[in-house]
């Protein structure tokens, strides 16, 4: 198998938060030369064992695809596939973006998970807890808590060479507190204005004499 690249099987996660969703509903390109992708972030709770044991299973896919692509392992990729960040799987509490500031610095609450980015060039689906397509982008958001089906494969390319996540579909389970606050409500934004006394809300020139209008054409 080793010209041919290793896709193992998809597996769904049990209901975790999500991030950076805006790509779920329309394709975008995040470096130069990309193509445009659908794509999502999984945060995985270190302290939740159904998702940590999720997360190994991926690990696992992830060590078997890596061997069945590259059998000599002075061939495989030299990237590890946790913790760095260029790896697979990041460490919300250690990993640093590629100027070296901690991810957890930019996004407070990547504390105590592991991170995965995952993405797809064919749309997933989305869907709410009875199946149904979800068509508004603002349904799925930063901080809401999801079902995520996703799979990990190997791919070699000219210059670059490495393993992946791509996803296949997104469930929304529950709602979550939205990171970074989000849009504040009508409610709490303004004040509904009080109807002008004497109008009891109805029309405000009610009482008001009525100009007399002069015809235009009379100064012509």
Same mark, same amino acid.
């Given at each position: 198998m080793g010209n041919e690249n290793v896709s193992k099987p998809?597996?769904?996660?049990?209901?975790?938060?999500?991030?950076?969703?805006?790509?779920?509903?329309?394709?975008?390109?995040?470096?130069?030369?990309?193509k445009p992708a659908y794509s999502m972030t999984a945060m995985i709770d270190k302290a939740v064992p159904e998702q940590m044991a999720w997360l190994k299973q991926l690990y696992k896919d992830a060590e078997e695809a890596l061997a069945e692509k590259w059998p000599d392992p002075a061939k495989r990729p030299r990237i590890p596939l946790i913790g760095e960040t260029n790896s697979l799987f990041k460490d919300g509490d250690k990993t640093t973006d590629k100027?070296?500031?901690?991810?957890?610095?930019?996004?407070?609450?990547?504390?105590?998970?592991?991170?995965?980015? #995952?993405?797809?060039?064919?749309?997933?689906?989305?869907?709410?807890?009875?199946?149904?397509?979800?068509?508004?982008?603002?349904?799925?958001?930063?901080?809401?808590?999801?079902?995520?089906?996703?799979?990990?494969?190997?791919?070699? #390319?000219?210059?670059?060479?490495?393993?992946?996540?791509?996803?296949?579909?997104?469930?929304?389970?529950s709602e979550g507190e939205r990171f970074g606050g989000g849009r504040p409500s009508l409610e709490s934004m303004f004040d509904a204005a009080p109807p002008a006394a004497g109008t009891a809300g109805g029309d405000p020139f009610a009482g008001a004499p009525t100009p007399v209008e002069e015809d235009p054409f009379l100064k012509m």
């Open positions: 998809a597996r769904t996660s049990p209901p975790l938060r999500v991030s950076y969703t805006q790509s779920l509903f329309t394709p975008k390109t995040f470096q130069q030369g990309q100027q070296g500031v901690p991810l957890k610095e930019k996004n407070p609450e990547y504390a105590g998970h592991y991170i995965l980015r #995952m993405s797809s060039k064919v749309k997933p689906f989305v869907v709410d807890r009875n199946r149904q397509e979800i068509l508004t982008a603002d349904e799925v958001y930063g901080g809401c808590f999801c079902k995520v089906n996703c799979n990990v494969y190997t791919y070699e #390319m000219e210059l670059n060479k490495g393993i992946t996540c791509g996803i296949n579909g997104v469930q929304k389970w």
